[in-house]
């Protein structure tokens, strides 16, 4: 039997949440320097294992139903991250970030992004509670990012024209040079930011777009805020992890934009179906399965192709890919 989720609850896992960041940052990660690949790959299990750890509290304490719905959001926001990876690294090579200094970029930027999905679903819930059409609204968009993300390319992103970015160079007073892991410093007597700030602001922006995209996508799974909040801030939580663990093999998941334009399309239609029959909903495992179905082939796919491309040069003399 389920239990009422209350104010307590929230600030709960906000708290403990923060706690870990805290501990993260003051204690694991002190200082600036290079992540190496083994300890991506131990805090990937470590940020995991919390994740159903969790969505096995959920489990006992809000039932099975809930306990899917909280793994399919995780699911969906897990997989949307890997999108964001290829963004992260596109930005730090843009800005020739030194990658001792990219792990307090993210730290940052995951904080901001907790905050702003805390808003987007608080948002969400209430907009949703007073104009339930717009469930209808939210389905056709995640339709329409779906057919867009089909015919996604790397070479669309371009750090160099974000609107926050240009804004911030004009309003801003930004140092010149290289100042190290700091975002702010005095120069000249005044207070300037920093190249490294510029960057966080880049990052920040652009998790704003992928937000609009992935709180969306859980509430077509649950409309239930604590399960969509929660669901979300557990897998942003291994971004960092995932960002050094995959950001140099990225090839290897090249079909993996199809993927997630199915599991978008599939999520909006799924959210547009009592439009044409009120009595047609997909339960929670079905949902499940279609969404693991959909990550999974593409990914497949990808690492085959990229295994027969490595082959092909082989043969021919060439150099295989580079998978650092």
Known sequence: MSVEVSLWHWISFCSAVLCLLVFDLAVVHR??????????????????????????????????????????????????????????????????????????????????????????VLAGAELLRRFEWLMYVFGGFLVFTAIKLAFHSGDDVHPDRNIILRLARKVLPVAEGDHGDK??????GRRCVTRL????????????????????????????????????????????????????????????????????????????LPLVNEHWHIAPVPSLAVIALCLGVSIVASIIAARRENHRNAISGGSPQSET
């Open 31 to 120: 200082g600036s320097r290079e992540t190496t690949l083994r300890q991506a790959a131990l805090w990937t299990v470590v940020w995991t294992s919390l994740a159903l750890a969790f969505n096995a509290l959920v489990w006992w304490w809000q039932g099975r139903v809930h306990a899917l719905e909280f793994f399919t959001g995780y699911l969906i926001e897990w997989s949307l991250s890997m999108d964001n990876v290829f963004v992260f690294a596109v930005v730090f090579g843009f800005f020739q970030v030194p990658k001792k200094y990219q792990y307090r970029v993210l730290f940052w930027g995951i904080l901001g992004a907790i905050v702003m999905r805390l808003t987007f």
């Open 197 to 272: 700030f510029l960057v966080l602001l880049v990052i920040e922006s652009t998790d704003v777009l992928f937000a609009i995209d992935s709180v969306p996508a859980i509430f077509g799974v649950t409309q239930d805020p604590f399960i969509v909040f929660t669901s979300n801030i557990c897998a942003i939580l291994g971004l960092r992890a995932l960002y050094f663990l995959l950001a140099g093999v990225m090839d290897l998941f090249r079909y993996l934009n199809y993927g997630l334009s199915a599991v978008l399309g599939f999520v909006g239609v799924k959210m547009m």
């Open 183 to 188: 975002f702010f410093v005095r120069e000249a």
